[in-house]
């Protein structure tokens, strides 16, 4: 890795919901305080799947949804949450103890309490003491934070979009319990077993693509395939990921969140579904666009790294698929369509009530201004999902094969 370029980034834009005098503004953060109160971030079964209540909130606002809409899929999407009059461990956690119950789901309240009276006890500079916890030598928490297929990082990002310390706390509750088992190739600098070097995110994947090494690992995707990855191919897999020769590391990381959105737009099946699990590597990469500007500039390579190390193994988990050029993309006609087009198919009854639609269609936005895109390839993207989108595949096998 031979990185010679400030990694900045520009900030984007936020939203305190709590000084907006508007009623869709004040109705949302109602909705996302009682969310906080009411409801753990981590729900059954076996505390795998996640609170996406203020992703769905979030993302809803941003895309125009109106009050009595976001107030109907919050009471739809809290259906099936874990209440926290039902979690038994409510309390426990210090600055003492915090790293002692790292990777225990158990303690999902636990830990949110004790990060809600830190970040309180900060008031207006939440932000720097949430750096603290993510930062604090040995072993960075933030180096774990792709787990549960990176919804510590999507998390943290709503909380920072919306300048909402309560979920950046849920955020810190999710990278403690969900913490990825990646950390230990970046808490200590890993040996760079590649056997080439390329600055090409997309070319990595191609060698993987036909990398026989992966072969007959497993025969359908899945969550539970990552596990699996690294017990039989863990050589092979960081062969391909310290074969990243970083040298621009904005341009390179635009180009893996790039390459990311081309994977999930190519999953779509003969029934019009759509890889659930590659869904993620999109929402995630635009969850670090929104992070990376905040994070201290001596972390942020290594946080592209690990969410490169993500993309390879959820990548070989879906099965390798091949990658396109994105030419059916290219060939949808938009007659007219624009982003606003999107957004109004989005509020349709049915529809743009599913969380993860809407952050897909938010990241191929920020995808496009980022890449100050003139071809109109993400809104052809766009236009093409929501148009064709019949559902979610790749699940493999059930619950147990995937981090909802």
């Known amino acids: 890795?031979?990185?010679?370029?400030?990694?900045?980034?520009?900030?984007?834009?936020?939203?305190?919901?709590?000084?907006?005098?508007?009623?869709?503004?004040?109705?949302?953060?109602?909705?996302?305080?009682?969310?906080?109160?009411?409801?753990?971030?981590?729900?059954?079964?076996?505390?795998?799947?996640?609170?996406?209540?203020p992703h769905m909130l979030g993302s809803a606002y941003l895309l125009g949804y109106p009050s009595e809409k976001l107030v109907k899929m919050y009471h739809n999407d809290c259906s099936p949450l874990k209440s926290l009059n039902?979690?038994?461990?409510?309390?426990?956690?210090?600055?003492?103890?915090?790293?002692?119950?790292?990777?225990?789901?158990?303690?999902?309240?636990?830990?949110?309490?004790?990060?809600?009276?830190e970040l309180a006890n900060a008031q207006n500079d939440w932000r720097s003491v949430v750096n603290e916890y993510l930062f604090s030598s040995p072993q960075p928490l933030i180096n774990g934070f792709v787990g549960g297929l990176g919804h510590p990082l999507i998390h943290l990002a709503y909380g920072y979009e919306f300048s909402n310390p309560q979920i950046a706390a849920e955020a810190l509750s999710l990278g403690?319990?969900?913490?990825?088992?990646?950390?230990?190739?970046?808490?200590?600098?890993?040996?760079?077993?590649?056997?080439?070097?390329?600055?090409s995110a997309e070319e990595i994947l191609r060698r993987v693509h036909t990398d026989a090494r992966f072969s007959?690992?497993?025969?359908?995707?899945?969550?539970?395939?990552?596990?699996?990855?690294?017990?039989?191919?863990?050589?092979?897999?960081?062969?391909h990921w310290n074969a990243w020769d970083i040298v621009d590391p904005v341009e390179q990381f635009r180009d893996v969140v790039d390459v990311a959105g081309l994977l999930f737009i190519e999953s779509r099946n003969e029934d019009d579904e759509y890889d659930f699990l590659l869904a993620?590597?999109?929402?995630?990469?635009?969850?670090?666009?929104?992070?990376?500007?905040?994070?201290?500039?001596?972390?942020?390579?290594?946080?592209?790294?690990?969410?490169?190390?993500f993309v390879l193994y959820l990548y070989v988990?879906?099965?390798?698929?091949?990658?396109?050029?994105?030419?059916?993309?290219?060939?949808?006609?938009?007659r007219g369509?624009?982003?606003?087009?999107?957004?109004?198919?989005?509020?349709?009854?049915g529809f743009g009530e599913d969380v993860?639609?809407?952050?897909?269609?938010?990241?191929?936005?920020?995808?496009?201004?980022?890449?100050?895109?003139?071809?109109g390839w993400c809104l052809r993207a766009a236009v093409s999902f929501v148009e064709g989108f019949r559902g979610w595949t790749g699940f493999g096998a059930g619950g147990g094969g995937y981090c909802g």
């Not at 970046?186 to 080439?196: A, G, I, K, V």
């Not at 666009?289 to 190390?309: A, E, K, T």
């Not at 993860?356 to 071809?375: F, G, P, S, Y």
């Open 216 to 239: 007959n690992l497993f025969s359908i995707p899945g969550y539970i395939n990552v596990s699996i990855t690294f017990a039989h191919a863990e050589h092979a897999l960081l062969e």
């Open 317 to 334: 988990a879906q099965l390798r698929p091949e990658i396109g050029d994105g030419g059916d993309v290219r060939e949808v006609e938009l």
């Open 176 to 199: 403690c319990t969900d913490r990825d088992p990646i950390h230990v190739y970046l808490d200590t600098p890993y040996p760079d077993t590649s056997t080439y070097k390329t600055t």
């Open 356 to 375: 993860h639609v809407i952050k897909v269609v938010r990241a191929l936005r920020m995808l496009e201004e980022w890449k100050n895109e003139t071809d």
């Open 86 to 117: 039902d979690i038994h461990i409510r309390t426990g956690i210090t600055q003492d103890n915090w790293r002692q119950f790292l990777g225990k789901k158990k303690y999902t309240a636990a830990y949110t309490t004790f990060f809600d009276q």
């Open 280 to 309: 993620h590597l999109l929402t995630v990469g635009h969850a670090l666009r929104v992070l990376l500007p905040s994070f201290p500039g001596s972390y942020r390579l290594g946080v592209v790294r690990q969410f490169w190390l």
């Open 1 to 53: 890795m031979t990185c010679k370029q400030e990694f900045d980034l520009p900030s984007v834009s936020s939203v305190d919901l709590q000084s907006l005098p508007d009623e869709r503004s004040k109705t949302v953060y109602s909705l996302m305080q009682r969310n906080h109160q009411d409801h753990a971030v981590l729900s059954e079964p076996r505390l795998i799947f996640h609170n996406h209540v």
């Open 337 to 349: 369509r624009d982003w606003g087009w999107v957004y109004e198919r989005c509020l349709e009854e």
